[in-house]
C-alpha cells in the first residue's frame, strides 16, 4: 500500500522560508519523477515543482528562483525548500509519485502578509 506523508507546513510571515519533507512508503521513489502540487482555497489543485524520470526540474512560473526541489532516495524522500515566501503561496501542499495515482494528506502553508 502506497503511502505519502507530508509535514513541514505552518504559518509564516511574508518573507519567510519552509521546507516541506514528503515521507514514502509501500513504494521505491527510485527514478520515477515526483513532484508537488498545490491547491489553494476554492481553486483548482497545480503543479509547484516537479522532477522528471530523468532528473531534470520544472518550475510553474510564480516560483522560480524561491521554490527548490530535491530527492532522497536513501530515505525515500521528497522535499521543497521555499523562501522569499508570498501571501499567495497559502495553500495545501502535496506531494505526488508522477506514476502513482493517490494523494497523500498535504500540508498547510499559510503566508501572513
Known amino acids: 500500500q502506497v503511502q505519502l506523508v507530508e509535514s513541514g507546513g505552518c504559518l509564516v510571515q511574508a518573507g519567510g522560508s519552509l521546507r516541506l519533507s514528503c515521507a514514502a512508503s509501500?513504494?521505491?521513489?527510485?527514478?520515477?519523477?515526483v513532484g508537488w502540487y498545490r491547491q489553494a482555497p476554492g481553486k483548482q489543485r497545480e503543479p509547484v515543482a516537479i522532477?522528471?524520470?530523468?532528473?531534470?526540474?520544472d518550475y510553474t512560473e510564480s516560483v522560480k528562483g524561491r521554490f527548490t526541489i530535491s530527492r532522497d532516495n536513501a530515505k525515500n524522500n521528497i522535499y521543497l525548500q521555499m523562501n522569499s515566501l508570498k501571501p499567495e503561496d497559502t495553500a495545501v501542499y502535496y506531494c505526488?509519485?508522477?506514476?502513482?495515482?493517490?494523494w497523500g494528506k498535504g500540508t498547510q502553508v499559510a503566508v501572513s502578509s
Open positions: 505526488k509519485i508522477l506514476t502513482v495515482t493517490c
Open positions: 509501500g513504494i521505491t521513489i527510485g527514478n520515477n519523477g
Open positions: 522532477i522528471k524520470s530523468g532528473g531534470t526540474t
